[in-house]
Structures are given as structure tokens and as C-alpha cells.
């Protein structure tokens, strides 16, 4: 198209050159200059000539982060560390860019599985990426992220600058470097005696994991840093940024042949601490199975060849027992509350300390800890201040044995497997679904169901398992309860579908409720089972809801074992109020009732007689906020009670209300 002048003023036609200029010659500095979330960068990018001069004449790819990211840090911006001499969309970042900064640092470029990338710790915002051309010609993308990069520094005290530095030149000039009051001149020697230079040398991008010198306070800890515990510390050609990173996702680590694999994986507690833990897979005579957990000190560091994230003790070695392992979390950064268990070890403190005497005194334990985030429940506020009752329920979480995953395993392989606590009568529940590391372990103690979040943390005498809920404490009515619970699933569906369930979750009530587990009712199945059958089908829900109510003791109080075992010496049998008569029953306990074969000592169990049978209470006390239960070994239920007839059935106690029924009905006709 011809575009005449011919007519225009002066003025019109300097203003439309103008025009047709900036639309030609729009760049990647008019687009932050214009955007008032990036005010913050291009307010640096303008005071910097050298990144003037690369928007000016060269193709480059800048990651500008936005004001918000500002906000969150501290520290000096490196406007050139966020600028590479090579223009790429999102799809063309290869693993890693050179940066313009001194030395020409690397960004690392990862994505995760949700399709996300990053640069380094940075994540891209989707959809705000933008490509440009500037005057010169020249390709230009800005990519917009939510973190402000960090590169490596020298302090301003050093008497030289250390650019770009491969993770070796880092441990040894770590002194000289801005990585706050962390030395690392420990581990330093370990790896120079072990003769492992040219692994923290190595070309490419790995992940490493330093050890601080506070983690070597156990004086004897060092001389067990050998060439495969150095090993276990690196993580060969992936780089793990932590916002990147999906959690607990095992790593090889360069510790892994046939006689010893160790796994190397990174998790965020909610409360934002970050750990690295090591799982030693396949051990030897001088390195331990299980898993080491170290809290990351200083994370992201990013070098010539990787990232290094120091951790405030050594992985993959086992020095300590389950007592000075909970011991540490009173020592680890004491101002900032961390640690992983810090409530957990308060807990016991703030009770006397008895407790930690206890586990010194065993020779072998097992500990169910929860979390930090447990101990936020609601729930457990009103018991904080119960002293009794506290230590009853951190007795709970205590086991007199060596219980890892794979053990627990081997107890579970045929039933939910069932092991004793130091809580006198108290019994853990745990149900293992899946293998390897799509495991899901659960545990069940004093009416909670907690998620096992990180398990088979080692020590020299035993393990420590961390879950997700505090044990005892009940937080679901005892219609959550039979709901959640694998073993009463039974007993749940059959007061379903007879609308007895509706009842449990009034909380204005106490409920005793014997639970028949999963089992029983399949035992009444080999001894009756044409009645079995019925007991589970919509049609006979009446029949079905009338043999419920008569596990259901419903009074102003609930009746624990205990209980129930001291009224029974009082009484022959003791009688219990339910929605339609009474029940009446007589508790003892008995010497070595046992339940798991695997159990390691005798136990003390209880056993109920109704009507001249004896049925055996296979979890006692599952305490619920309006009620209690107790799982037993078989219904209320006898073969008298069931008449079956043309294809249907009547409880010996329905058939007695229809007869009474039909007198009433007779004798008002007799009446009229």
C-alpha cells in the first residue's frame, strides 16, 4: 500500500512517524517499563548499563520476577543473573543457560510433573511469557517468575572473588562464601581423606548434600563418614531445587551397587521445615538399614555443576538411640522452634520426663511420634493440662520391639496386625496397603486412625515412625469410627442400609457399642448361612437393625473394660440399657488370651459371657467423642435367634413383638 504526506501539517505527520516508529520498535524494556507488577526489576535493569546494553543490541532471555517476589526477599538482586545471551521460549530452555553475571554462572531449568518449570527455585508463571524483536533485530523472550533469583556470592570481607565455583572449590572456600554461620570444614576433611574430590568435580548437574560441622558434635560421628557415606550424599545428574521438587520421591544416590543402595528423597513438613532423608535399602556390616533424617539448613545454592543444600547432620549413619533422638530435637535451633518432633519431645517433658526413662530403659523399642502439625488439634487442648491421662496416651505410642515397615508387613499378611503398647491393655492396629514406595501404612490406637507419614526412621535400638495424628485422642463420634475403620466395615454397611447408623453421630448421647469385627460376622456365616445371608439384605433391614441394638448400650455414661470387669465382681452378670431391653453380660479377663501369634510376651485379655458363651474382646476401649467401642470376636447372636422360613426370617425377640402385636390387635376386635 502507497501512504501519501500530501496534505498533512508538519506536526500530523512528525506525530504518525512517531507512531510507526514505536510500533516497529516495541521492546522487552517498553513491555516492563509499561507493567506495574515489574516495577521493581526494571527500576534495576534501568540503573544497570550492561543489561541495557544487551536489551539494546542482543538476542537474550531475561526472567524478570515480579514485585511480590520483591517483597518476600532480602539480600542484594543480581539483575544479570537473570539474564542469559540466548533467546528461548519456553519450550526451547534446554537443562541449563549460562547467566550474564560474572563467571557466567548456570541457571538450572527443571520441570515438574504437573507440567510446570522452573529456573532454578523460580517457577515461570504460565501465560505471561513474552517474545519480542528490538530494533536491532535481535530475538528477546522475558519470562515472568515468582522468586527473585539467587546466585552464589562473595563476601564483602574476602580479600578475592570466587565466580562460579564447582561444589569441591565450594566446600573449600566456604569460608569466604555468603552462606551465613554454617562451616564445613568437617565433612571438608572427610571427603579429602576419602580421596572423593573428582565426585564434588564432576561435570554436569547433581544435587549435593553437605553436612554442617554442628552435625558432628557426637564426637565419634566423623570417623564414620567413609567413601559410601560420601557417596550417599550425592545425587548423580538431577538437580533438586526444593520448590521444584516433588516430595518424598526416592533419588538413586551414588551410593547404590549390589551390596549397598541407599535412596536419597527431599519432604516439606506443613509448617514449612524442609528435611533430606536417606533410605538404605540394602545395607552392609558398616552401614545400617533404615532411614536418616536431616533438616536443611541452608537450601538451593546453586553451583558451577549442581545444587548444594546443607543439612544440619550426616545421612546414612545410625549412632544414636531412640532417646538421644528425641533428645536432639531440644537442641536443633532452639530459637526458631524446629525440629520434627519438637512438640512431641515437649510433650513428654512437660508431663515429668518419666516417659524418656521408659524408652532408655528398653533394649529394643519402637516409637509412633507424631508430627508437629498433630499436636494442632483441637481436640488434644483438653487434655494438655491432665497429667494421667497424657501419660497414658504417650505410653500409647510406645512399643516394646523393633517394628520397621517390613515386619510390619509380615504381621499383617493374613489380618490387621495387632502389637502391644506400654499403655497397660492397650493394643496398636496397623494395616499395610500397597509395596515398595506406594506403601500406605495406618495404625489405630484409643479410637484414631493416623496415616504413618514417614516410617522406619533408624536408630541403634530400634525405629521411629512419624504419623500424622496423635494416638488416644478421639476426634470422630462413633459413627466416623465405624465408618473409617477397615475392621467394622461389616457392622457399618448392615446398620446402614437398617438406618441404625443414623443414631451414632448424636453427640448428646454415650454410647457402648460391641462391635462384632469383620471376622465374627464371617464366622456366622460357616455356622449359619442362610441367616448370614439375610443378616446383609435390604429385606430383612428390621431383623437386621433389631440384633444391632442389642450390641448398643446407650446411658448417660460409657462403660469401658475396666469397668465393665469391676461391676461383673460385683454382680453375676451386669446389666446394660439398650434402645429396647437390656443387655446382660458378665467381663473377665483372663491370662493368656492372646491374640497375635506374634505377640512377644503374655497378655492379659478380657472376655464377655452372653447367654453361656464366651466371646473374646479383640480391641478394647475405642474411644470416640460421644462413646466408646469394643470390637469383639463374634455377634450377640445364637442359632435360636434366627427362625428360617419360606425365605425369610424373624429374631426371636421380633417374633415375640409381632405375637404381642397380634394380641392387642385381637383383643381390640374382641372390644369394638
Avoid at 507419614?453 to 541403634?460: E, K, M, N, R
Avoid at 426370617?649 to 381390640?668: D, G, K, P, Q, R
Amino acid at each position: 500500500m502507497f501512504l501519501t504526506c500530501r496534505g498533512l501539517s508538519a506536526a500530523a505527520l512528525l506525530l504518525l512517524l512517531s507512531c510507526l516508529s514505536y510500533a516497529a520498535g516495541a521492546e522487552l524494556a517498553d513491555k516492563l517499563r509499561d507493567d506495574s507488577e515489574l516495577s521493581q526489576f526494571y527500576s534495576l535493569l534501568e540503573q544497570n548499563p550492561v543489561a541495557n546494553s544487551t536489551l539494546a543490541l542482543r538476542s537474550c532471555t531475561i526472567f524478570v520476577p515480579t514485585n511480590e517476589a520483591f517483597q518476600r526477599h532480602t539480600g542484594t538482586t543480581h539483575v544479570l543473573y537473570h539474564i542469559t545471551t540466548a533467546a528461548f521460549n519456553k519450550d526451547q530452555l534446554p537443562n541449563s543457560v549460562s547467566s550474564d553475571m560474572e563467571g557466567n554462572p548456570p541457571l538450572f531449568i527443571t520441570k515438574n510433573r504437573n507440567g510446570d518449570i522452573f529456573v532454578n527455585n523460580a517457577r515461570i508463571i504460565p501465560s505471561l511469557s513474552v517474545e519480542l524483536t528490538n530494533r536491532e533485530g535481535k530475538r528477546q523472550v522475558m519470562h515472568i517468575i515468582d522468586e527473585v533469583l539467587d546466585p552464589l556470592t562473595t563476601l564483602s570481607t574476602a580479600q578475592v572473588q570466587i565466580t562460579n565455583p564447582d561444589a569441591l572449590e565450594f566446600m573449600q572456600k566456604a569460608d569466604l562464601l555468603n552462606i551465613g554461620e554454617s562451616r564445613l570444614r568437617t565433612y571438608r576433611n572427610q571427603v579429602l581423606m576419602a580421596k572423593k574430590e573428582s565426585l564434588f568435580q564432576a561435570a554436569g548437574a547433581h544435587t549435593f548434600l553437605i553436612p554442617i560441622d554442628d552435625g558432628f558434635k557426637v564426637a565419634t560421628r566423623s570417623s564414620l563418614v567413609d567413601a559410601k557415606v560420601i557417596d550417599g550424599h550425592v545425587i548423580p545428574n538431577t538437580v533438586i531445587f526444593t520448590a521444584a521438587s516433588r516430595h518424598d520421591d526416592p533419588k538413586t544416590s551414588a551410593a547404590f551397587e549390589d551390596l549397598l543402595k541407599v535412596t536419597v528423597s527431599f519432604f516439606k513438613q506443613k509448617d514449612g521445615k524442609m528435611y533430606f532423608k536417606s533410605n538404605t535399602l540394602v545395607g552392609d556390616a558398616k552401614h545400617a538399614e533404615g532411614v536418616v533424617l536431616a533438616e536443611i539448613v541452608k537450601a538451593n545454592i546453586p553451583v558451577k555443576n549442581g545444587v548444594v543444600h546443607l543439612i544440619q547432620r550426616p545421612l546414612m549413619i545410625i549412632d544414636s538411640t531412640v532417646t538421644q533422638f528425641l533428645q536432639s530435637f531440644k537442641f536443633i535451633n532452639e530459637d526458631s522452634k524446629n525440629g520434627a518432633l519438637r512438640k512431641f519431645y515437649e510433650a513428654i517433658m512437660d508431663n515429668g520426663g518419666a516417659v524418656l526413662d521408659d524408652i532408655n530403659n528398653l533394649s529394643e523399642v519402637t516409637i509412633l511420634a507424631p508430627s508437629n502439625e498433630a499436636w494442632n488439634a483441637t481436640s488434644i487442648n483438653n487434655i494438655l493440662r491432665d497429667r494421667k491421662k497424657m501419660i497414658e496416651i504417650l505410653n500409647m505410642h510406645i512399643i516394646k520391639d523393633r517394628l520397621n515397615v517390613e515386619k510390619i508387613r509380615q504381621k499383617n499378611a493374613n489380618l490387621i496386625a495387632q502389637v502391644p503398647t506400654l499403655n497397660n491393655h492397650t493394643f496398636l492396629y496397623f494395616n499395610v496397603q500397597g509395596e515398595g514406595a506406594d506403601a500406605h501404612i495406618t495404625v489405630e490406637g484409643g479410637g484414631v486412625n493416623a496415616t504413618v507419614v514417614q516410617p522406619d526412621v533408624a536408630q541403634t535400638n530400634g525405629f521411629v515412625h512419624i504419623i500424622d495424628r496423635v494416638l488416644g485422642v478421639p476426634h470422630t463420634t462413633v459413627l466416623g469410627k465405624l465408618e473409617s475403620d477397615p475392621m467394622m466395615s461389616d457392622t457399618y454397611k448392615m446398620g446402614q442400609f437398617s438406618n441404625f447408623n443414623d443414631q451414632l453421630n448424636n453427640t448428646q448421647r454415650r454410647f457402648t457399642y460391641f462391635v462384632p469385627r469383620d471376622k465374627g460376622w464371617q464366622k456366622t456365616e460357616l455356622d449359619s448361612p442362610s441367616a448370614h445371608k439375610k443378616l446383609f439384605m435390604r429385606d430383612f433391614a428390621y431383623h437386621s437393625k433389631a440384633i444391632l441394638e442389642r450390641h448398643l448400650a446407650i446411658a448417660d455414661r460409657v462403660f469401658t473394660m475396666s469397668d465393665l470387669v469391676k461391676m461383673s465382681q460385683q454382680t453375676d452378670n451386669v446389666v446394660l440399657p439398650t434402645f429396647r431391653d437390656s443387655l446382660q453380660i458378665r467381663v473377665d479377663e483372663e491370662a493368656g488370651h492372646l491374640h497375635d501369634e506374634y505377640a512377644s510376651h503374655e497378655w492379659t485379655g478380657y472376655v464377655i459371657t452372653w447367654n453361656y458363651k464366651k466371646i473374646n474382646v479383640y480391641r478394647p476401649d475405642v474411644e470416640c467423642t460421644n462413646g466408646i467401642i469394643h470390637v469383639i470376636d463374634y455377634p450377640l447372636l445364637e442359632e435360636k435367634d434366627v427362625v428360617v422360613s419360606g425365605g425369610s426370617y424373624l429374631t426371636e425377640s421380633s417374633i415375640c413383638i409381632t405375637l404381642a402385636n397380634l394380641i392387642m390387635i385381637t383383643v381390640a376386635k374382641f372390644l369394638n
